[in-house]
């Protein structure tokens, strides 16, 4: 299994990016998907999860303002990210499989600036 991550970039506060993330591989429809983001001189956090049949969740911070999606027909999961702020800049990497953390995808930049 391999994950692809792309759609990173430099947005200014309060614009809009979408995160994708491209999975190779069997099993995808089963698998349980997230994103997570780790940003300079901070551990990686969990982000967003979605699983297979499409529920969601997502750190506190970033409620109301990201939205977690999947298409199995695409074998694909997005992460639509709205009214970023300045604190959403990180490395944002993708994870999937039976439990997050099973496979990452390498990182893309985010990066909220003026």
């Known amino acids: 299994v391999q994950l692809q991550a792309s759609g990173g970039g430099l947005v200014q506060p309060g614009g809009s990016l979408r995160l994708s993330c491209a999975v190779s591989?069997?099993?995808?429809?089963?698998?349980?998907m997230g994103w997570y983001r780790q940003a300079p001189g901070k551990q990686r956090e969990w982000v967003a999860v979605i699983n297979s049949g499409g529920s969601t969740n997502y750190v506190d911070s970033v409620k109301g303002r990201f939205t977690i999606s999947r298409d199995n027909a695409k074998n694909t999961m997005y992460l639509q990210m709205n009214s970023l702020k300045p604190e959403d800049t990180a490395v944002y990497y993708c994870?999937?499989?039976?439990?997050?953390?099973?496979?990452w995808g390498q990182g893309t930049q985010v990066t909220v600036s003026s």
């Open positions: 591989g069997s099993g995808f429809g089963t698998a349980v």
């Open positions: 994870s999937a499989g039976r439990y997050l953390g099973d496979y």
